[in-house]
């Protein structure tokens, strides 16, 4: 079957520098990838929508200079925290979307921001 | 705007107990998809069933079924025979529509099930 692989699974980086998480549709071409962030025991809060090619769309609230999103291609989507804060320490997760079939999500990755 | 609500923080079972975890929702469109996914502590997410809006019988998948109730719009999951591995958030989650943010979801504030032996 379909498999998302998110990479890190967990990261621990210092105040004020930088982190990039990848997406990566293994097995197929994903025309869109959506990022969440999840605090412990809240729900899923969508991030943005990223559409290869083409700029990310934000969801209201969410910094865009702050969360860079590049899908540059079929098979990848990054996002990158700039100038990480404690306040960042959260746990993101991607899914990516085949066509018009379900989503497929990858297993997360936990940030820590010391 | 699309609205899904879970209103159990946390609900307990007995082993090999039948659960029902509650899920309600509110759309004005009259195409849509609904979602259960289960969350371990280990973070991934677990799809588990869904059901469409059109679909006339509820979705079923091995212990999992869905009482779809259209008119209330309520899609809550019915978890039969519940195992010790079953402890875990679930979440309830509804589709857009087709278009260019066809696969976005939004989602419940979650349930977190609790299997006892």
């Known amino acids: 079957g379909a498999v998302v692989s998110q990479h890190p699974s967990w990261v621990i980086c210092k105040s004020g520098t930088s982190v990039k998480i990848e997406c990566r549709s293994l097995?197929?071409?994903?025309?869109?990838m959506f990022w969440y962030r999840q605090f412990p025991k809240q729900s899923l809060m969508l991030m943005a929508t990223s559409n290869e090619g083409s700029k990310a769309t934000y969801e209201q609230g969410v910094e865009k200079d702050k969360f860079l999103i590049n899908h540059a291609s079929l098979t990848l989507s990054t996002l990158t925290v700039t100038s990480a804060h404690p306040e960042d320490s959260s746990f993101y997760i991607c899914s990516a979307r085949r066509d018009s079939s379900f989503l497929h999500f990858g297993n997360g990755t936990r940030l820590t921001v010391t | 705007a699309q609205k899904i609500t879970q209103t159990q923080p946390g609900m307990f079972v007995q082993e090999k107990e039948a659960v029902t975890l509650d899920c309600t929702y509110d759309?004005?469109?009259?195409?849509?998809?609904l979602f259960w996914y289960k969350q371990p502590s280990s973070g991934e997410m677990i799809f588990l069933i869904y059901q469409g809006s059109y679909d006339q019988q509820n979705a079923t998948e091995g212990r999992y079924s869905l009482n779809f109730q259209k008119a209330r719009k309520s899609a809550n999951l019915v978890i039969s025979a519940s195992q010790l591995g079953d402890s875990a958030m679930y979440f309830c989650?509804?589709?857009?529509?087709?278009?260019?943010?066809?696969?976005?979801?939004?989602f419940g504030q979650g349930t977190i099930l609790t299997v006892h032996p």
């Open positions: 759309t004005s469109d009259p195409s849509y998809g």
């Open positions: 989650a509804m589709r857009e529509l087709p278009g260019t943010s066809y696969g976005k979801l939004t």
């Open positions: 097995d197929f071409q994903a025309t869109t």
